[in-house]
């Protein structure tokens, strides 16, 4: 029993998390059907954050019931005359007079802009978190400046300091922060580096560390790595108990492993050096060409030096478009990882369920606040981009309807919406069913 309360108590902060995010991007969703729908006259009769038995409520001014439910999976907004809260069909009678108001009712262009409102709040939602952390943290300097130093194992050689314009690495010139990670491909393996620096107007070299050692900078959610606990800022200094300084040595020897599990000695700040052991697994990445290769990881991202680069202010337009631009990332990422499933250039088991994402979110939760704030845009983009799906029952496939509808100046007739929305939730519960399966049985 003893062993089992932590395990509980992590079992606890996941689903908390899970829900708390999930929470979160539904609310975000469902209020881009209610507001704009307000906007083009239609009326909501209930918003609702999670489904079954009502926990708590509101009536505003305008009639609408704003409730939270017990079920923390999912939310809604059911317009009026709607028969269910999927707003599929015509509800209980209503008042010709109030037709204009119901979501049937409502001229083409009303429907569309409402229903596809709701991935666009998520898209909107990713951007500006995304966009606040190019605002609020600034970006990197155009020219490799050292911002703050950054903790390091004891015994590593830092003679850099905050403010230092690097001119070249082990006497090769540097003009860009890649030139500082290309000069490592090329530099040999030492425990410190001539850094050629301008320091207050006068140039000088100095002893610094490696330009790419071996310190963890990311820990992908639902990795070997997270799994094992490792954090950012950790610094694995030998793996089976050959000493590393240098990220490129520790990547070539989770892939020489093969799938077989490694102990990593690793130094944390405050805590000193610790044993983790960890099996690398199989992943499928996008390949420099073009398609996908195979290789073994363990899910860190690194190759940071001890230090932060410098940092500039970042303009509210230009924090803007770089949150677009990584939501837009995630949009054709997503595309791109579901043709090549369904082509099999990957394996199915990179689609994950509910299971995964959960467990992904508990452990963006656990790295800290912004993690989490990141993940959660992360999955905003997502299910912004699954839910325009031409699928019945999700916002695609009533898009799917309506400019049907547009091309033909008829809506589809009712036996094939119904026939159209059985086989849409029959693919979505697939879809589910399937995902879930690979979250147990999959490697």
């Known amino acids: 029993m003893t062993d089992m309360i932590p395990q509980f108590g992590s079992m606890l902060w996941t689903l908390a998390a899970f829900f708390l995010?999930?929470?979160?991007?539904?609310?975000?969703?469902?209020?881009?059907?209610?507001?704009?729908?307000?906007?083009?006259?239609?009326?909501?009769?209930?918003?609702?954050?999670?489904?079954?038995?009502?926990?708590?409520?509101?009536?505003?001014?305008?009639?609408?019931?704003?409730?939270?439910?017990?079920?923390?999976?999912?939310?809604?907004?059911?317009?009026?005359?709607?028969?269910?809260?999927?707003?599929?069909?015509?509800?209980?009678?209503?008042?010709?007079?109030?037709?204009?108001?119901?979501?049937?009712?409502a001229p083409l262009w009303a429907r569309f802009a409402t229903l596809l409102a709701g991935p666009v709040f998520n898209f909107v939602l990713s951007i500006l978190i995304f966009g606040g952390f190019a605002l609020f943290q600034g970006l990197p300097t155009e020219e490799p400046q050292v911002g703050a130093i950054a903790e390091a194992p004891p015994g590593t050689i830092n003679e850099l300091q905050p403010g230092d314009r690097i001119l070249a690495v082990?006497?090769?010139?540097?003009?860009?922060?890649?030139?500082?990670?290309?000069?490592?491909?090329?530099?040999?393996?030492?425990?410190?580096?001539?850094?050629?620096?301008?320091?207050?107007?006068?140039?000088?070299?100095?002893?610094?560390?490696?330009?790419?050692?071996?310190?963890?900078?990311?820990v992908a959610p639902r990795s070997a790595a997270a799994d094992a606990g490792l954090r950012a800022g950790d610094v694995v200094v030998a793996i089976e108990g050959r000493p590393v300084s240098r990220f490129t040595q520790?990547?070539?020897?989770?892939?020489?492993?093969?799938?077989?599990?490694?102990?990593?000695?690793?130094?944390?700040?405050?805590?000193?050096?610790?044993?983790?052991?960890?099996?690398?697994?199989?992943?499928?990445?996008?390949?420099?060409g073009g398609g996908y290769e195979r290789r073994w990881l363990i899910g860190v991202t690194g190759g940071e030096s001890f230090f932060a680069p410098a940092t500039r202010q970042a303009g509210p337009l230009e924090s803007l478009w770089l949150g677009i631009v990584q939501t837009w990332g995630i949009v054709t990422s997503s595309l791109s990882g579901m043709w090549a499933m369904i082509s099999g250039q990957i394996g199915t088991c990179n689609l994950g369920g509910a299971i995964s994402i959960a467990e992904s979110t508990g452990q963006a939760a656990s790295?800290?606040?912004?993690?989490?704030?990141?993940?959660?845009?992360?999955?905003?983009?997502?299910?912004?981009?699954?839910?325009?799906l031409p699928i019945p029952v999700l916002d695609g496939g009533h898009l799917m309807f309506y400019a049907w509808e547009a091309v033909t100046g008829r809506p589809p007739s009712d036996k094939a919406l119904n026939l159209l929305t059985a086989v849409g939730m029959a693919a979505v519960l697939s879809l589910m069913i399937f995902g879930l399966t690979n979250d147990l049985f999959c490697p």
Request: glycine share 14%.
């Open 21 to 105: 995010a999930l929470a979160v991007i539904v609310a975000v969703h469902e209020f881009g059907h209610y507001y704009i729908g307000r906007l083009s006259g239609i009326r909501a009769e209930v918003f609702s954050v999670g489904f079954g038995p009502r926990l708590v409520s509101r009536r505003d001014r305008r009639g609408t019931l704003w409730q939270i439910a017990a079920i923390p999976l999912g939310g809604y907004v059911r317009f009026l005359g709607d028969a269910n809260a999927a707003s599929a069909g015509t509800g209980h009678p209503v008042d010709p007079a109030l037709r204009r108001q119901t979501l049937t009712g």
């Open 367 to 388: 790295a800290g606040g912004g993690n989490f704030l990141w993940w959660i845009a992360v999955l905003s983009a997502a299910i912004g981009f699954l839910n325009l």
């Open 250 to 288: 520790m990547r070539e020897a989770v892939e020489a492993a093969e799938g077989q599990p490694l102990v990593l000695q690793v130094w944390r700040h405050g805590q000193g050096i610790s044993e983790y052991t960890l099996a690398p697994k199989m992943q499928d990445l996008p390949a420099e």
């Open 170 to 218: 082990g006497g090769q010139r540097v003009e860009t922060w890649s030139d500082i990670g290309r000069s490592a491909e090329t530099l040999p393996v030492a425990d410190h580096q001539d850094w050629r620096v301008l320091r207050g107007g006068e140039e000088m070299t100095v002893r610094g560390p490696d330009p790419m050692p071996a310190r963890i900078s990311g």
